[in-house]
């Protein structure tokens, strides 16, 4: 269980890589971002938890994300660290900004044990850039205003949009 927290703790920070949501966004940014895309995290963030201690170091971060269409995405993923791997699962909504860019603030965010169970984890945050036309996203992981050091994440994403 310790080992699942402190998979836990790194995978927060970052979770937020996935798509763009946007509850009050512009409405052709919502446009163009709805439907799955797959995604990859790559970088380092802290990886641990309270009572072992944290360690930065390398992570992955692979799985689907989908725009609903109403400024809000849900997806899955397997984090994976020097640890060992973690399935996940978040939801939340984003703002765009210009150029359909912005910020995604996942809310629910929790790693998902093997009998279905959920062990909640802190909301992430990432922002990303929209580009062509919406079929690739691009994104990194944001720290929480005030955070340095190490506990600053260093993490790239690429979200590709899956066409069938």
Request: hydrophobic content about 40%; some cysteine; glycine content about 14%.
């Amino acid at each position: 269980m310790t080992r699942l927290i402190t998979l836990a703790s790194s995978a927060i920070v970052l979770l937020a890589i996935a798509a763009p949501v946007a509850a009050d966004g512009d409405a052709a940014c919502i446009a163009k971002t709805k439907g799955p895309y797959g995604f990859v995290c790559q970088g380092n963030v802290l990886v641990g938890n309270p009572q072992a201690g944290f360690q930065f170091g390398p992570v992955t971060f692979l799985g689907l994300v989908e725009g609903d269409g109403t400024g809000s995405f849900e997806g899955t993923g397997t984090f994976n660290s020097w640890l060992g791997s973690l399935s996940t699962h978040f939801k939340g909504p984003a703002k765009f900004g210009p150029n359909c860019s912005g910020r995604v603030d996942y809310t629910t965010y929790e790693i998902v044990l093997p009998d279905g169970s959920t062990v909640p984890l802190p909301p992430v945050s990432f922002d990303f850039a929209t580009v062509d036309s919406g079929h690739e996203l691009l994104g990194a992981g944001v720290a929480p205003f005030g955070v340095t050091g190490d506990a600053v994440p260093r993490l790239a994403c690429r979200l590709v949009r899956v066409r069938g």
